[in-house]
């Protein structure tokens, strides 16, 4: 058994997971060389949430962040979340659309790319892999673990093999509610390791306190990576705290080789900063219980929260655990999508619906329907013909691959966002968030108009 390799998870699953993908690159800049010499496997340092939080809360360039964090990694890899056909947006986009973001992601620095379907349908995840093949990425090709009457490692084996076959380097099981429990992940990486002969990867979470757990019994079973987060943006909804894993696996033949007084100065760093989001209240102490609740009805815990402040909106706080009882009843009419971004949100929010309104189904979303009718891809069990039609009424089913369905859209985007374009890679931020990405573009105008002015300020003084 060769040494376990680590992807830390700092930089983007940890703060997107405990503050809600706050952090900026101020806060990671000054670490990031002392980061890149502890030897990890790579830093997942974008995609994600990261993207959207980046133009919408944080005034930041997404591509100018990733450009920066290139300059100052030199060595170590870089790897981003990307959902398929999905890109890092909430609906698909045409294949031109996907195989440019590719090509600007590694071009602009990234190494690996982690690419995900919410229903695991890999009609979704084609374009993306042919992409990073192309551009000479590595493609990390990942299977939405859950659990339902339907799942299975077996199934889950026969879907990393089809994965394998379209050109994956390695596979991720993605745990992202922390659902998957320590013999359960001992079982499933060995079925894995007995279906494809790339490497492994473990991504889950500590949201129900079995993380450190399951990722040991996951190596013993031949698991080749594992995701931690550096222990102050640990546990609770984030990752398996890194030193820990390191120290436990020390002196064993899974030793990491990771020094721990090199990572002591990363988590030194990373104190301070858990301290500015405790001071500015960003960091709730909540996502840091353990919370088995999420075995009991697989809610992640974003989802949880969600849930939580859709009901508190409608004043309906005291339906939660009805609400929490009848996901489970809503997932299976689904046809049981694996509850990740996007069908997590659909689900719950069609749960709350359904509770409120004292009537399953009375009103029922765009989204839900956009589910049913097989707008996302194919779900894992088949759609009871009968609900179908309670749902969408005559419309016909989608059963192509959604995307073979979209015209390409780059031409027009182009055209769209020329005004405000100054970079070739405008064109994808406005394609994933058109308004935000033009209130960002016209901030950055704004910004650099002052800049501008004060510059020939200073030079009219400098004359004088």
């Known amino acids: 058994m060769a040494k376990v390799k680590i992807c830390e998870t700092v930089l983007r699953d940890a703060h997107q997971s405990l503050v809600a993908t706050r952090m900026t690159f101020d806060q990671m800049a000054p670490i990031l060389e002392e980061m890149d010499k502890v030897g990890y496997h790579a830093l997942e340092a974008w995609g994600g949430a990261t993207f959207d939080a980046c133009l919408r809360f944080l005034d930041e360039d997404p591509w100018d962040r990733l450009r920066k964090i290139r300059a100052a990694v030199k060595n170590t890899k870089l790897q981003m979340l990307f959902r398929g056909q999905n890109i890092l947006g909430y609906r698909h986009y045409s294949d031109d659309v996907v195989e440019y973001f590719v090509q600007k992601s590694i071009a602009n620095g990234i190494d690996i790319i982690r690419i995900f379907d919410a229903l695991n349908d890999p009609r979704n995840l084609e374009t993306a892999i042919k992409a990073t093949k192309k551009e000479g990425g590595h493609v990390q090709a990942a299977i939405s673990y859950t659990t339902s009457p339907v799942h299975s490692n077996k ?6 093999k089809q994965l394998e076959g379209m050109g994956a380097d390695s596979i991720c099981i993605k745990d992202m509610a922390g659902l998957l429990t320590p013999y359960n992940a001992y079982d499933l990486v060995k079925e894995l390791k007995e279906t494809v002969s790339i490497p492994i990867e473990l991504h889950t979470h500590y949201t129900t306190g079995l993380a450190s757990m399951t990722l040991l019994k996951a190596i013993e079973a031949g698991c080749d990576i594992i995701d931690t987060a550096i222990s102050p943006l640990a546990m609770g909804t984030s990752q398996a705290p890194t030193e820990s894993l390191v120290a436990a696996l020390a002196g064993t033949e899974y030793d990491t080789g990771l020094d721990l007084n090199q990572l002591n100065k990363v988590a030194v760093h990373f104190t301070k900063v858990r301290e500015e989001f405790i001071k500015s209240g960003r960091l709730d102490p ?14 992640p815990g974003g989802m949880y929260s969600n849930l939580l402040s859709q009901l508190k909106q409608a004043g309906k706080s005291d339906k939660l655990e009805e609400v929490l009882a009848e996901v489970p009843n809503v997932r299976a009419d689904a046809g049981y999508p694996p509850l990740v ?16 309104m004292g009537e399953r189904y009375k009103m029922v979303t765009k989204e839900f329907k956009g589910i049913i009718k097989g707008e996302y891809g194919k779900t894992p069990v088949d759609i009871d013909p009968e609900f179908r039609k309670k749902i969408i009424g005559d419309e016909t089913p989608i059963t192509c691959r959604p995307a073979d369905m979209l015209k390409p859209e780059l031409d027009k985007l182009r055209e769209e966002v020329k005004k405000w374009s100054i970079q070739d890679e405008d064109v994808l931020t406005y394609a994933l968030f058109e308004q935000v990405a033009v209130d960002f573009f016209e901030k950055r105008k704004a910004k650099m108009y002052s800049i501008d002015e004060n510059s020939d300020k200073e030079n009219k003084l400098h004359i004088v």
Do not use: C, H, M, W
Request: glycine share 6%.
């Open 155 to 160: 199934g889950f084996a026969e879907y990393a």
């Open 341 to 356: 971004t996007p069908s997590s949100q659909i689900v719950g929010t069609q749960a709350v619906f359904n509770v409120i």
């Open 286 to 299: 909540k996502v840091l219980k353990v919370n088995v609740n999420t075995l009991r009805y697989q809610v």
